[in-house]
C-alpha cells in the first residue's frame, strides 16, 4: 500500500527546527518487507515508516509507501516526481532489497518474480526511474539506500552481479548515501532498525549540522555497532550545504539532558541521566541532587507562564532529538494538552519499551565499551559491566546464536565475561571474533598481548592486531599505533606516518584525534600554531570537551592566531555548559590567568542570558561565579552565542 502525507500546517517559532525552513522539501520513502517470491525482510516497513515521521517534523511532504508493487513504486514515484520538480530539496529513502546488474542498481517490489536475467527489467525498478524523476528539480537531490541486505536469489542459480549495490554517477547536487560500501552487503538490524537507519534517525535532528558531519556521525555509529562490518559510504555533488535543521548549534544530548533535568529538578530526569551516561560529565552534579532528594531535601521550582512554555518545548526538542523513550513519556505525562502530543505519540510507538527488547538490543546496552558509543547507545564502564556481568553475558550468548554473521556480539560477549573474571574463556572469544574481522575484539586483544593479561606477553602479536583493527577503521587502534610510532621503543619511530595515522583518524570522526592533532600543531610538531585552533574547535565539537578550554586560551593569549576575547568567551561558555566543570573552576577561582578582556566578553554574554547583573569590568565576583553556575546548570542558551 502506499500513503501520500502532506503537511498541512508549519507551525513556527523560536526553537523550532522548521523556524528557518523557507525551501520546498518533499521525500519519497519507501520500506519492502514482505516479498512474495524471495526472501522477506524485518525492518524495511519499521525504516520507512519511522524515517517518515522524522522528515514530516522537518518540514517535508512526505510521500510513503510500504511493501510495494512494482506497478505502486512507478505510481508513486510519479506522483512524487510531479510535487518535487520545484521543490528546493527532494529526497529518496528506499529500505528493502536491491541488487545490481552490470553496474546497474535495481530495487526490488515485493510481487517480484525473477527466474531468468531477462525477468530483471519487467519485474524490479532500475535507479534510473527514480533519479530521471529526482532531476527535474534544480534544487538539492539527496538518496539514502538502505537496499543492500543480501543478496535475495541467493541459491536459486541467478547470478545477479555481485553482493550490494554499484556506484552511482551523477549530476550536480546530488548525494547518494548507501547502507554500506560499494559491492557489500548490509545487516538487517537486530532490532526495530537497521544499523543505518537507526543511526540516521538519531543524529538528523542535530541543530545546525551539515549533511556531510552528520553522514560522518552516521557512518561512526554503524562502524562501532557492527564492530567494523559494515560502512556506510556516500557519493556527493552537493555544490551547497544543507542541513536538515537549520536551528542554531547547541550542545551534546548529555549535556541538554542535564540542562532540562536541572531545570524541572526531576528525580527521575537525574536518574535516566546517571542510567544514560554513567561517566558523563555532570555525574557528580547529579549525584549531589538525587543525596538530597533522598534525604527529603526536595527542589521545587515554579515557572512563569512563558517560562513554562520554553521548558516544554526544550523538552521536545530533546526528545524529538535523543529518541529517549523516558523524555517522551515524560513529556507527555508533563505536557498531556502540549502542542507536541501528537508527534510525541508517534514517535514512541516507534521505539521498543525496555521489556520488549531483542537479545542484540540488551547484549549493546550492557556490554557495550564507552570507546564503541554510539548515539543511541553509550557504552558501559567496566566497573558497572561487573555488576551485571551475568546478565550481560546471557543476553550477549543469545544475540550472538541468533546473529552468527555478527562477530560483534561475540566481542561483546568476550567483554562481558571478562567482567565475570573469566579471562581465559574471554581470550578465546576475543580470538574468534578477531578472526572474523570485528575491530574491537581486535583492539582488546592486542591490549591483553601488550600488558600480558591472560596471554604471553606478546608486542608484535599486539602490533600486528592493531595493524589489521587500523586497516579496517578502528579509530583507537590508529591511534595506539600513531602513540607508539611517536615513541620509537617497539618500532623505529615514525612521525611522519603516526600523524597520518591520526589524520585518518580524525578525518573519520574521531574527537581524541582531533584533539591531538591541535596539541602537535600548537607546539610546532606537525603542522603550524595557527591550525590549532581549528582541531581543538573540531574536537570540541565532536565530543573532546577539553578543546573548548584549548581553544579559548589561544584565542585570549593570541597564541598562534589573532586575538579575539569575544570569540574566546563563546568558547568558554559552551565549555563550561559540556565539559566536567574544569572552565568554571578557571574562571571562578583562576580568573587572573585570562585577560581581562576575555572576561568582560564573558560578563556580556551572561548579562545577555539574564544571569549577569553586575558591572561589565572584567573583575570577577560572586554575582560573575552565580552567573557562571545558573548558566552551567540549566540555563545554556544557544541562540546568546549564535547572535554574537
Not at 522524522?54 to 511493501?67: P, R
Not at 535495481?106 to 527489467?121: G, K
Not at 515524560?330 to 507536541?340: A, K, M, S, V
Amino acid at each position: 500500500m502506499f500513503l501520500i502525507r502532506s503537511l498541512t500546517a508549519v507551525i513556527l517559532m523560536l526553537f523550532s527546527a522548521c523556524a528557518a525552513l523557507a525551501d520546498k522539501r518533499v521525500a519519497l520513502v519507501i520500506g519492502n518487507s514482505d516479498y512474495l517470491a524471495v526472501g522477506s525482510l524485518d525492518n524495511p516497513i519499521n525504516d520507512a515508516s519511522d524515517l517518515a515521521i522524522a522528515l514530516e517534523g522537518l518540514g517535508f511532504d512526505v510521500f510513503l509507501g510500504t511493501d510495494l508493487t512494482r506497478d505502486e513504486m512507478l505510481t508513486l514515484a510519479e506522483s512524487y516526481g510531479a510535487t518535487a520538480a520545484d521543490s528546493d530539496v527532494s529526497l529518496l529513502f528506499y529500505a528493502g532489497h536491491g541488487f545490481q546488474v552490470d553496474g546497474r542498481n535495481y530495487l526490488v517490489p515485493v510481487d517480484a518474480e525473477i527466474s531468468t536475467p531477462a525477468d530483471i527489467p519487467e519485474q524490479t525498478v532500475a535507479m534510473e526511474e527514480f533519479v530521471s524523476r529526482m532531476e527535474r528539480s534544480d534544487g538539492i537531490r539527496l538518496v539514502f539506500l538502505d537496499a543492500c541486505r543480501d543478496n535475495p536469489f541467493e541459491g536459486t542459480g541467478l547470478d545477479v552481479g555481485g553482493d550490494g549495490l554499484a556506484r552511482v554517477g551523477s549530476a550536480a547536487d546530488f548525494l547518494f548515501a548507501y547502507a554500506t560500501q560499494p559491492d557489500n552487503v548490509a545487516y538487517d538490524g537486530t532490532g526495530r532498525n537497521s544499523f543505518f537507519t537507526e543511526a540516521l534517525l538519531s543524529h538528523i535532528y542535530t541543530p545546525g549540522q551539515d549533511i556531510s558531519d552528520l553522514l560522518i556521525s552516521v557512518r561512526k555509529d554503524v562502524l562501532a555497532a557492527t564492530g567494523g562490518r559494515q560502512i556506510p559510504w556516500d557519493n556527493s555533488s552537493l555544490t551547497q550545504q544543507f542541513r536538515f535543521d537549520n536551528s542554531p548549534v547547541t550542545a551534546s544530548e548529555e549535556t541538554l539532558l542535564w540542562q532540562v533535568a536541572a531545570n524541572a529538578q526531576d528525580p527521575s530526569l537525574m536518574q535516566l541521566y546517571i542510567d544514560r551516561y554513567p561517566q558523563g560529565a555532570h555525574v557528580g552534579e547529579v549525584v549531589a541532587f538525587l543525596d538530597k532528594t533522598d534525604q527529603g531535601e526536595f527542589v521545587t521550582r515554579s515557572f512563569s507562564t512563558g517560562d513554562a512554555d520554553e521548558q516544554a518545548e526544550r523538552l521536545w526538542k530533546l526528545a524529538q532529538r535523543s529518541r529517549m523513550r523516558p523524555l517522551l513519556e515524560f513529556y507527555l505525562e508533563q505536557y498531556p494538552d502540549g502542542r507536541h502530543v501528537e508527534q510525541a505519540q508517534r514517535v514512541i510507538a516507534s521505539i521498543p519499551r525496555p521489556e520488549d527488547s531483542t537479545p542484540g538490543g540488551i547484549c549493546e546496552r550492557l556490554a557495550t565499551h564507552p570507546r564503541d558509543r554510539t548515539a543511541s547507545i553509550p557504552g558501559v564502564p567496566f566497573t558497572r559491566l561487573q555488576e551485571n556481568a551475568i546478565s550481560a553475558i546471557q543476553a550477549c550468548s543469545a544475540a550472538a546464536a541468533q546473529s552468527p554473521d555478527l562477530p560483534h556480539y561475540v566481542a561483546l560477549l568476550a567483554r562481558a565475561t571478562i567482567a565475570s573474571g573469566d579471562i581465559e574463556r574471554a581470550v578465546t572469544l576475543y580470538r574468534q571474533a578477531a578472526e572474523q574481522g570485528d575491530l574491537r575484539a581486535m583492539v582488546s586483544l592486542a591490549q591483553l598481548y601488550e600488558g600480558g593479561t591472560g596471554v604471553g606477553q606478546d608486542t608484535s602479536r599486539a602490533l600486528e592486531l592493531y595493524r589489521s583493527a587500523a586497516a579496517g577503521g578502528s579509530f583507537d587502534a590508529m591511534i595506539n599505533l600513531a602513540v607508539t610510532l611517536f615513541e620509537g621503543q617497539i618500532v623505529p619511530k615514525d612521525e611522519t606516518r603516526a600523524v597520518a595515522l591520526l589524520q585518518q583518524a580524525a578525518d573519520g570522526g574521531s574527537a581524541k584525534a582531533t584533539f591531538n592533532l591541535g596539541v602537535l600543531a600548537q607546539d610546532g610538531i606537525a603542522g603550524s600554531p595557527d591550525q590549532a585552533l581549528g582541531y581543538f574547535q573540531r574536537a570540541a565539537r565532536d565530543g573532546e570537551y577539553q578543546g573548548y578550554l584549548a581553544a579559548a586560551i589561544l584565542l585570549d593569549e593570541g597564541r598562534g592566531v589573532p586575538r579575539d576575547p569575544s570569540e574566546a568567551a563563546r568558547m568558554l561558555l559552551r565549555g563550561a555548559a559540556e565539559d566536567d566543570g574544569a572552565i568554571l573552576d578557571q574562571l571562578s577561582l583562576a580568573s587572573d590567568q585570562w585577560s581581562r578582556e576575555t572576561i568582560m566578553e564573558v560578563q556580556k554574554l551572561l548579562q545577555q542570558a539574564g544571569y549577569y547583573s553586575s558591572a561589565i569590568d572584567g573583575v570577577p565576583g560572586p554575582n560573575f561565579t552565580s552567573a557562571l553556575q545558573q548558566w552551567r546548570s540549566g540555563g545554556f542558551d544557544p541562540i546568546i552565542l549564535a547572535e554574537n
